[in-house]
T-cell receptor
Framework: DAGVIQSPRHEVTEMGQEVTLRCKPI?????LFWYRQTMMRGLELLIY????????DSGMPEDRFSAKMPNASFSTLKIQPSEPRDSAVYFC?????????????FGDGTRLSIL | QQPVQSPQAVILREGEDAVINCSSS?????VHWYRQKHGEAPVFLMI?????EQKGHEKISASFNEKKQQSSLYLTASQLSYSGTYFC??????????FGTGTRLQVFP
C-alpha cells in the first residue's frame, strides 16, 4: 500500500507569499494530522481531522494558517501571508481508528523555507 | 503538558545498551514510541497500553509504569541502524498524541 504522500518535498519562497502544502492520507484512514517540526519546539500538532471534519485546531499558530480536508483523500495546509518564522518541516500523518492501539503513519514531510 | 524525555542525548558504541525515559504530568492511557532518522519522517516502533504491558521490537523493548506515569524504551546491544531521534507520544484518552522533545541517539562503530 502507498504511504502518506506529501507535496511539495521542498518549498522556498519569499516572505509575504502564499504557501500551500498538500497531503494524501493512506486509503481507509479516518484521522489526519498536521504537524510542524522545528529544533526549538520539536514536533507540534497544528490541527487534526476525523472523517474530514476538523476536530482540534488549537495548535494553529495564528490566523495566517488554515487547513482544509475537502474529501477523505486530500488535505491542504495554507499559510498566507508567510513569514520567515514559519520556516520548518511540516509533516502530515494519518491513522485508522482511535488513538490507543493504532499507530500514526507519517509522510516524508515538506521542508519549508521562507526568505 | 508535553512529556519530558531523558536523557536529551546518548552516545553509544555498537553493542552497548541504552534506556530512554518518558514522563508525563498527566494520567497516561497509552504511550507510543517513534524513531526519526535525520531528514526522514518519524517511524512507528511500538505502543504501550495501560496495564504495564511490556512490548518488544527486535532488540528494542519498552515498559509502561502507569502509577509513575512514565514509559521507558530499552535498546539492547545497539546497532549502527539504531541511530536517530526517539520520540514518545503520550495519549491521555483522547484521539491525539502529545510528543516529547526527543532523545538523540548516536551509535558509533
Amino acid at each position: 500500500d502507498a504511504g502518506v504522500i506529501q507535496s511539495p518535498r521542498h518549498e522556498v519562497t519569499e516572505m509575504g507569499q502564499e504557501v500551500t502544502l498538500r497531503c494524501k492520507p493512506i486509503s481507509g484512514h479516518d484521522y489526519l494530522f498536521w504537524y510542524r517540526q522545528t529544533m526549538m519546539r520539536g514536533l507540534e500538532l497544528l490541527i487534526y481531522f476525523n472523517n474530514n471534519v476538523p476536530i482540534d485546531d488549537s495548535g494553529m499558530p495564528e490566523d495566517r494558517f488554515s487547513a482544509k480536508m475537502p474529501n477523505a483523500s486530500f488535505s491542504t495546509l495554507k499559510i498566507q501571508p508567510s513569514e520567515p518564522r514559519d520556516s520548518a518541516v511540516y509533516f502530515c500523518a494519518s491513522r485508522q481508528g482511535w488513538n490507543s492501539n493504532q499507530p500514526q503513519h507519517f509522510g516524508d514531510g515538506t521542508r519549508l523555507s521562507i526568505l | 503538558q508535553q512529556p519530558v524525555q531523558s536523557p536529551q542525548a546518548v552516545i553509544l558504541r555498537e553493542g552497548e545498551d541504552a534506556v530512554i525515559n518518558c514522563s508525563s504530568s498527566k494520567a497516561l492511557y497509552s504511550v507510543h514510541w517513534y524513531r526519526q532518522k535525520h531528514g526522514e519522517a518519524p517511524v512507528f516502533l511500538m505502543i504501550l497500553l495501560k496495564g504495564g504491558e511490556q512490548k518488544g521490537h527486535e532488540k528494542i523493548s519498552a515498559s509502561f509504569n502507569e502509577k509513575k506515569q512514565q514509559s521507558s524504551l530499552y535498546l539492547t546491544a545497539s546497532q549502527l541502524s539504531y541511530s536517530g531521534t526517539y520520540f514518545c507520544g503520550t495519549d491521555h484518552n483522547t484521539d491525539k498524541l502529545i510528543f516529547g522533545t526527543g532523545t538523540r541517539l548516536q551509535v558509533f562503530p
